[in-house]
C-alpha cells in the first residue's frame, strides 16, 4: 500500500494543478505519518475524486519556493498557509468517482483537512488497481 492521504481542494485550484499553473498545494499542516500522494477530492461543483498528486519535498514557511506558480510568491512573503507541498506528477483517473458513489460505496466524507489512506481501505485498494493517465 502507497503512503497517500486524502485531501479536499476547491475545484478551481483543482483546475490551475491540472493546467500546471499551480505547482505546490499549500496547507496549514504536515500529517505525522509519511506520505507522497494525495488523492484529491475536488469540491463542489465537481464533487468528485478524479487526481492524484506525487508530492515531493514539502517546505515550511520561511523558507522559500520558485516564484513561477499560482499562490507561490504570496507563500514567499508569508500571507499563504505555513507548508507547501511540491506537486511532481499529476493523474487522472480513467473516471472520476461521484460523492454519491463515495458516500455510498466507501462511507467517504470529505476530509476537512485530510484522512489517511487506510481510513478508506476498500476505495484505497480501488484506486490503486485503477488505470491512471500521467498528465
Do not use: W
Request: proline fraction near 4%; glycine fraction near 6%.
Amino acid at each position: 500500500m502507497n503512503k497517500a492521504i486524502y485531501v479536499s481542494i476547491n475545484a478551481n485550484a483543482v483546475e490551475k494543478i491540472v493546467n500546471k499553473r499551480k505547482n505546490y498545494e499549500f496547507r496549514n499542516y504536515i500529517p505525522k505519518r509519511e506520505f507522497d500522494t494525495l488523492y484529491v477530492y475536488t469540491t463542489s461543483p465537481k464533487s468528485e475524486l478524479k487526481y492524484l498528486l506525487k508530492i515531493g519535498q514539502i517546505v515550511k514557511y520561511p523558507e522559500q519556493i520558485m516564484v513561477q506558480g499560482d499562490g507561490n510568491l504570496e507563500f514567499n512573503n508569508g500571507q499563504k498557509h505555513t507548508f507547501a507541498y511540491r506537486i511532481d506528477g499529476i493523474y487522472e483517473l480513467e473516471s472520476g468517482i461521484s460523492l454519491k458513489e463515495l458516500k455510498e460505496e466507501y462511507g467517504f466524507v470529505p476530509p476537512q483537512a485530510f484522512a489517511y489512506s487506510d481510513r478508506y481501505p476498500c476505495l484505497t485498494k480501488k484506486l490503486e488497481k485503477t488505470k491512471k493517465n500521467k498528465r
